[in-house]
C-alpha cells in the first residue's frame, strides 16, 4: 500500500497507518512501513531515501554507527570523499505557491552522515527485508534486462530510521511516499487457505476505500490473481493426472491378479478338498479375498501413508488441504475395495477347473479365450489418439493468463499400446514356449533338460511373471523418459534464450567486467547494447571475447550445421567480422548507433544465437570493433557456467556490484511452463512403483511354487544328483523370467519415446527444438538390481529347500 507523494505530514502518515493495522486481514503478517524519497538532490547529485526502523540488521556497517542521520552505500561515500561525520545539503522538490501565484523557495537542509554500509547491489541476491523497495536500488525489470530503459541510471540508495527520515522530509521539503507491505504470516499456504486470505485482502482493501485516505492511496495486491490461477491450473491438470493415477491403479492390480492365481496354485491341495466337500468357485474366491483382505487394508494404509511422504517430498508442495487429505483417503479406500474384488474375481475363476464346474460351453469359453482382445486396447489407443486432442497451450481465464500441459493422448495412448503388446506378446511367448519345450527332446546337460520340462509346465506362470515384470517397467521408464525429456527440451530453451547457466549484469555501465578469480575458465565477459541498427534492421548487440565466448556460452548442434565455436574464430580476424542470427543474411552490413561512426561487418549468418530479446536478431561481434559510444551505452554482463550456488558466493566475495543475478533454470519458474513439471513429477513417482511391483510378483511367483520346487528338489536328490543342479534350475526360472520381462519392459518404453518425442517439446516453436533424454543409467541400474534380485532370491530358496527333510516331504506327496 502506497501514501500519496506530497509534502509530509507525520500526523497523517499515523493515521493511515492505524488505518490498515486495524482493517488488515487475517492471515497476513506484520507491516513494514517504509517511507521513500525517489530522485532526490543531493549536492550535484541524485539519490533515492528510504526510512525503515530495523534496516541496521539487514545491511553490512563499513564504517560509522548507531545515531540519527544518513548511511551511505560505501561507493557512494568513496566517489565523493564522505565518512560518518560528515554532512550532506538535500534541496527541496516540493514546490508551494502562496494565493497571489507567488513560488515560495525552500532553502537546502544539511543532514549528518552517522554510518557508511556495503552497497545492496555487491550482493547477488536480495535479502527479504528488501524486497518491496529493490527496485529502488536495483531498477525496474527492464532497466535490470537491458531493455528499454536501460539507459536510465540506477540511483544510489540511502537509509535512515523513521524518525530520522521524517526529520529529514520534513525539514528539507521532499515528496515522500510511505508503503505499508504485509506478506502472508505464513508462506505456507494450501491453494483454499489462499483463496481464503485472498478473499479477506479483497475485504480489507474495499473497508479501506471507505476512510478519508481513500483518494490518496494506491492499493497492490497479487495474491488475489494467484490464488485464482492456482485454481484454475489445479482444474486443468486433472486431465493429466487421472490418466497416470488409473494408470498406476491398473499396473498394482495386474499383480493383484497375478496374486489371485498364483493363491490358487499355492493351495490346490486344499481347494480340492474344500470342493469336495460341496464349496463352489463363487465362496473359494471370497474365501480368498478374506483371507488376503488384512494384507490388502495394510497395503491401502501404507500405499496412503508413501503417497503423502511422495507429495511432501517430490511434490509441487509439502502442504496439504484438508480437502486434498479428504480425497487421497476415498481413493485409497477405492483402490482397496477394487483390489479385493479383483482378487476374489480371478481366484474363483481360476478355482473352477477344480470344483469340475466346467460346462458345456467351456469349449466356447476357450475359443473366445484364444481370440487376442488386447488387440482392443491397441485400437482404443488408435482411436484416442486422433480424436483425445492436441492442446498443450490452455488459456486459463482472461485475468489468469495461460498455462502448458501435456495433452492426455501422451500419457494414455502410450500406456494403453504397451499393456497391449505385453499381453500380447506374453500370449505369443506362452505357446511359443510349450511348442518349443514339446518338440525338444535332448539337450546338452542335465540343468537344461529340467529347465525344459519345467518351463513347460509352467510356461502361463513364468511368462506370466515376465509380463507383471514388462508392465511396469515400461510405463516408469517411459514416464522417466518424458518426465527427462521435458525438463531437458526446457532446460536448454532456458538456457539458449538467457545465453549460459547463469548470467549476471552488473552496474558499472561502459566498464569491461573483469572476471573474477574464482570464476577463471568458467566466465566470459559480455557487453549488451539493444535497438542497434544493422542496415535497415535492428539488433541486439554483444560485444563479446571471442576467445572465451563459445566456451561459456549455451550451444547445441541441432541449432545450426555451423557450430557457435568455428563461428566465433573469425571474430579475432583483421578483417571486422560479425556473426548475425536469421533472419540477417550472410554479406556485407553496415552498423549505426548513436553518433559513433557506421562500422562495415562481414556477416556470417546463423539460424540462432544465445540470449535473444524482443524478437530481435543477435549479432555479435568483437569488442574491439565498436565505437565508445557503444561501450558507453552497454549494458556489462558476465556469461558463467556452473552450479549457481558457487557462483553466487564467488560474486559476493568479489565485491561486484550485481544488478541482477539470472539463472537459466528458473526461466520457467513462477511461468505458464511450470505447471507440466509437475505433471511429469507426478509420472515420475510412478517408477517408484517399478521395483515394489516386480519384488511383489516375484515373490507371489516363488510361493506358488515352493511346494513343487520342494518335491523337486527332493528327487533330484533320491535319483544322484548334485545339489548344485537345483541351484542353477532356480537361477535359471527365476532370472529368465524377470530379466526378460525388464528387458521387454526397456524395449517398449524407448520405442514409445521415440514414437512421440515431438509431442514432448512444450514449446515446439524454441530452439532448439526436443531434447530427447533417456535414463540410460536408471535403465542399466535397473536390469542390474533385478538380475542382482533374481540371484539373491534363488539362493535363499535354494538354501531353504537343502533344509527340507525327505521323509517330510514324501510324505506330502499325493
Known amino acids: 500500500m502506497i501514501a500519496p507523494e506530497r509534502p509530509v505530514d507525520p500526523t497523517v502518515l499515523a493515521a493511515a497507518v492505524a488505518q490498515e493495522a486495524e482493517a488488515a486481514a487475517e492471515g497476513l503478517g506484520d507491516p513494514a512501513v517504509t517511507l521513500v524519497s525517489a530522485e532526490v538532490a543531493v549536492g550535484d547529485n541524485r539519490v533515492n531515501i528510504a526510512g525503515r526502523n530495523g534496516f541496521e540488521g539487514h545491511v553490512q556497517r563499513i564504517a560509522g554507527g548507531p545515531g540519527h542521520g544518513l548511511w551511505l552505500p560505501d561507493r557512494f561515500a568513496a566517489e565523493h570523499g564522505l565518512r560518518p561525520g560528515d554532512t550532506l545539503t538535500i534541496s527541496p522538490n516540493v514546490e508551494e505557491w502562496s494565493a497571489d501565484n507567488v513560488r515560495r523557495v525552500w532553502e537546502p537542509t544539511a543532514v549528518p552522515v552517522v554510518a557508511i554500509y556495503r552497497d545492496l547491489r555487491e550482493r547477488s541476491g536480495d535479502d527479504p527485508f528488501w524486497c518491496g523497495i529493490s527496485t529502488l536500488y536495483r531498477g525496474d525489470p527492464a532497466q535490470q534486462a537491458g531493455g528499454l530503459g536501460s539507459d536510465v541510471p540506477v540511483l544510489d540508495l540511502l537509509l535512515a530510521d523513521r524518525a530520522t527520515m521524517l526529520a529529514v522530509a520534513s525539514g528539507a521539503h521532499i515528496r515522500t511516499a510511505q508503503r505499508i507491505e504485509r506478506a502472508p504470516a505464513t508462506i505456507d499456504l494450501t491453494a483454499p487457505e489462499a483463496t481464503r486470505l485472498a478473499a479477506g485482502i479483497t475485504a480489507m482493501h474495499d473497508q479501506l476505500r471507505t476512510t478519508a485516505y481513500d483518494d490518496r492511496i494506491l492499493y497492490r495486491t497479487a495474491l488475489p490473481p494467484l490464488a485464482g490461477r492456482a485454481a484454475l491450473v489445479e482444474r486443468e ?27 490358487v496354485r499355492r493351495r490346490e491341495r486344499e481347494l480340492i478338498v474344500l470342493a469336495t466337500f460341496g464349496a463352489t468357485a463363487r465362496w473359494l474366491g471370497v474365501k480368498a479375498a478374506l483371507e488376503a483382505l488384512p494384507a490388502l487394508a495394510a497395503g491401502a494404509v501404507g500405499g496412503w501413508g508413501l503417497a503423502g511422504l511422495l507429495v511432501a517430498q517430490v511434490g509441487p508442495s509439502s502442504d496439504v488441504s484438508g480437502a486434498a487429505l479428504v480425497q487421497s483417503m476415498l481413493a485409497a479406500a477405492a483402490a482397496f475395495l477394487a483390489a479385493t474384488a479383483v482378487l476374489g474375481v480371478t481366484a474363483g475363476v481360476a478355482c473352477r477347473p477344480l470344483t469340475g464346474e466346467s460346462t458345456p460351453r467351456a469349449r466356447v469359453r476357450r475359443r473366445l479365450a484364444a481370440v487376442p482382445w488386447e488387440l482392443l486396447l491397441l485400437a482404443a489407443a488408435a482411436g484416442y489418439w486422433f480424436t483425445g486432442g492436441d492442446r498443450s497451450m490452455v488459456r486459463l481465464a482472461s485475468q489468469y493468463g495461460t498455462m502448458v500441459q501435456i495433452p492426455g493422448k501422451l500419457l494414455v495412448v502410450p500406456m494403453l499400446a504397451m499393456l497391449c503388446l505385453c499381453v500380447l506378446g506374453a500370449r505369443l511367448a506362452t505357446a511359443a514356449v510349450r511348442r518349443r519345450t514339446r518338440t525338444t527332446t535332448t539337450a546338452r546337460s542335465a540343468v537344461r533338460l529340467l529347465y525344459r520340462r519345467r518351463l513347460r509346465h509352467s510356461a502361463a506362470a513364468a511368462v506370466t511373471l515376465a509380463l507383471i515384470t514388462a508392465v511396469p517397467v515400461a510405463v516408469a521408464v517411459y514416464g522417466a523418459t518424458a518426465t527427462r525429456t521435458v525438463s531437458a527440451t526446457l532446460a536448454a530453451q532456458a538456457r539458449l534464450g538467457a545465453g549460459s547457466d547463469v548470467v549476471i549484469t552488473l552496474a558499472e555501465p561502459g566498464a569491461v567486467p573483469a572476471v573474477p578469480a574464482a570464476l577463471r575458465g568458467r566466465a566470459t565477459p559480455v557487453l549488451r547494447v539493444d535497438y542497434v541498427q544493422l542496415d535497415d534492421r535492428q539488433v541486439s548487440l554483444l560485444a563479446v571475447d571471442p576467445a572465451t565466448f563459445a566456451d561459456i556460452a549455451f550451444w547445441d548442434d541441432r541449432l545450426d550445421d555451423t557450430t557457435l565455436a568455428e563461428a566465433t574464430r573469425g571474430l579475432g580476424a583483421p578483417v571486422k567480422a560479425a556473426i548475425a542470427s536469421a533472419p540477417v543474411p550472410d554479406g556485407a552490413a553496415t552498423m549505426t548507433f548513436g553518433a559513433d561512426p557506421p562500422v562495415d561487418l562481414e556477416v556470417t549468418s546463423l539460424s540462432t544465437l544465445p540470449a535473444p530479446r524482443g524478437g530481435y536478431p543477435v549479432l555479435l561481434v568483437d569488442r574491439a570493433a565498436v565505437g565508445q559510444e557503444v561501450l558507453a551505452r552497454a549494458v556489462p554482463q558476465l556469461w558463467v557456467r556452473g552450479d549457481p550456488a558457487p557462483i553466487r558466493a564467488a560474486v559476493d566475495a568479489a565485491g561486484l556490484r550485481v544488478v541482477s543475478f539470472s539463472v537459466a533454470g528458473d526461466r520457467h519458474a513462477s511461468t505458464f511452463y511450470q505447471p507440466v513439471t509437475y505433471t511429469f513429477a507426478y509420472l515420475s513417482a510412478l517408477s517408484l ?94 536390469l542390474t538390481a533385478v538380475g542382482c534380485f533374481a540371484v539373491l532370491v534363488a539362493v535363499v530358496t535354494h538354501w531353504r529347500l537343502t533344509r527340507s527333510r525327505i521323509s517330510e516331504v514324501l510324505r506330502d506327496i499325493d
Open 689 to 782: 512403483l517399478t521395483a515394489t511391483v516386480a519384488m511383489v510378483g516375484f515373490l507371489l511367483y516363488l510361493e506358488s511354487r515352493l511346494r513343487v520346487l520342494r518335491r523337486g528338489y527332493v528327487m533330484l536328490r533320491l535319483m544322484g544328483l548334485r545339489s548344485a543342479v537345483q541351484g542353477w534350475l532356480l537361477l535359471a526360472e527365476f532370472a529368465g523370467s524377470l530379466v526378460a520381462g525388464c528387458a521387454a519392459g526397456l524395449g517398449l518404453a524407448v520405442t514409445a519415446a521415440v514414437a512421440v518425442r515431438d509431442q514432448l517439446n512444450v514449446d515446439p516453436a524454441a530452439p532448439p527444438g526436443t531434447v530427447l533424454s533417456f535414463p540410460w543409467s536408471v535403465m542399466a541400474g535397473l
Open 237 to 263: 491438470l486433472r486431465g493429466s493426472v487421472l490418466p497416470i493415477s488409473a494408470g498406476g491403479l491398473l499396473v498394482g492390480l495386474s499383480v493383484v491378479m497375478a496374486a489371485g492365481a498364483f493363491w
